[in-house]
């Protein structure tokens, strides 16, 4: 039997185990598992992208080599090549740029660009709750990343023949 959903769900979990969001709530509970449940309708390969799509980017400097992941350790547990390219799409590079280089990227790729828009929902109602904490940090993620990102994800997604018409909106 080949890798399933369940599988992509237990491997974030033990990934990202300790790891929680801004708010001190579990990483996987509060921002993985809202994801992945968001792609359900797009099919097995879109939820299990959602629910490792940070796994690669959050676990490359892990002091525990066991806990570390990369694309070459996600193809040997039998992950997808298409969730694997497509956590690779939305797998930001140290140093890399996030609107010209990741969220560039991440719009190329349909599964990738799908994966995006559903974070960038998250995201963007997660700064609902950071602006009563922090209104000047939300302000300049929302205006800064968040709504851009979401223009060129959208338009590419508007501009694709094939897959466009996805959206989470």
Same mark, same amino acid.
């Given at each position: 039997?080949?890798?399933?959903?369940?599988?992509?769900?237990?491997?974030?979990?033990?990934?990202?185990?300790?790891?929680?969001?801004?708010?001190?709530?579990? %990483? &996987?509970?509060?921002?993985?598992? !809202?994801?992945?449940?968001?792609?359900?309708?797009?099919?097995? %390969?879109?939820?299990?992208?959602?629910?490792?799509?940070?796994?690669?980017?959050?676990?490359?400097?892990?002091?525990?080599?066991?806990?570390? %992941?990369?694309?070459?350790?996600?193809?040997?547990?039998?992950?997808?090549?298409?969730?694997?390219?497509?956590?690779?799409?939305?797998?930001?590079?140290?140093?890399?740029? &996030?609107?010209?280089?990741?969220?560039?990227?991440?719009?190329?790729? !349909?599964?990738?660009?799908?994966?995006?828009?559903?974070?960038?929902?998250?995201?963007?109602?997660?700064?609902?709750?950071?602006?009563?904490?922090?209104?000047?940090?939300?302000?300049?993620?929302?205006?800064?990343? %968040?709504? !851009?990102?979401?223009?060129?994800?959208?338009?590419?997604?508007?501009?694709?023949?094939?897959?466009?018409?996805?959206?989470?909106?």
């Amino acid at each position: 039997m080949g890798f399933s959903v369940p599988d992509a769900h237990l491997l974030a979990l033990r990934a990202h185990e300790g790891q929680v969001d801004a708010q001190g709530r579990d %990483y &996987y509970l509060a921002h993985l598992r !809202p994801i992945a449940e968001a792609l359900r309708p797009h099919g097995p %390969y879109a939820e299990m992208a959602g629910v490792l799509h940070d796994v690669v980017e959050d676990t490359r400097d892990h002091p525990d080599p066991d806990r570390r %992941y990369d694309l070459t350790r996600l193809r040997a547990l039998g992950v997808p090549e298409v969730v694997v390219e497509a956590v690779d799409a939305v797998t930001r590079r140290p140093g890399e740029p &996030y609107i010209s280089g990741l969220i560039r990227r991440s719009a190329a790729h !349909p599964l990738g660009r799908l994966v995006k828009l559903a974070d960038n929902k998250h995201n963007l109602a997660a700064n609902a709750e950071l602006a009563r904490v922090d209104p000047d940090k939300a302000r300049s993620l929302r205006e800064g990343r %968040y709504r !851009p990102a979401r223009r060129i994800l959208l338009a590419a997604e508007a501009a694709d023949p094939v897959h466009g018409g996805r959206v989470l909106v």
